[in-house]
């Protein structure tokens, strides 16, 4: 059974830093792009960006977040990080990590992703001002 779980969720002020991690399980890590996605509230979620695993391909699906997020793979640690800085309160939401086998992986999760196989259950990020 693959199992994502996110943990690194925290309340900070506006202009801070926060690095999200999110441990897999269960699959083959060299198989499988892997990304963040998050949801506030009233809103619908949205991909943020993803990196295929066997070679370090990252690909962002939010511009807005180019510069500021940036996503690592530990192959060892089967484990991918999303580090956030200059946070501003609009990014506050939940954070999901997903995953997608390949060949379809960060292509097909940036492209579909409510189609996606494999969620974690979340990890609460709140930027105040």
């Known amino acids: 059974e693959v199992r994502l779980e996110e943990s690194g969720g925290a309340l900070v002020q506006a202009g801070g830093s926060l690095r999200l991690s999110c441990a897999a399980s269960?699959?083959?890590?060299?198989?499988?792009?892997i990304g963040w996605f998050r949801q506030a509230p009233g809103k619908e979620r949205e991909a943020l960006v993803c990196i295929t695993n066997v070679d370090g391909w990252t690909e962002y699906a939010d511009d807005s977040v180019k510069g500021r997020f940036t996503i690592s793979s530990d192959r060892a640690k089967e484990t991918v990080d999303l580090q956030m800085n200059s946070l501003k309160p609009e990014d506050t939401a939940e954070y999901y990590c997903?995953?997608?086998?390949?060949?379809?992986?960060?292509?097909?999760?940036?492209?579909?992703?409510?189609?996606?196989?494999?969620w974690g259950q979340g990890t609460q990020v709140t930027v105040s001002t």
């Open positions: 269960g699959l083959i890590f060299d198989d499988y792009g």
């Open positions: 997903a995953a997608e086998a390949l060949p379809g992986g960060c292509k097909f999760m940036n492209a579909y992703g409510n189609y996606v196989s494999h």
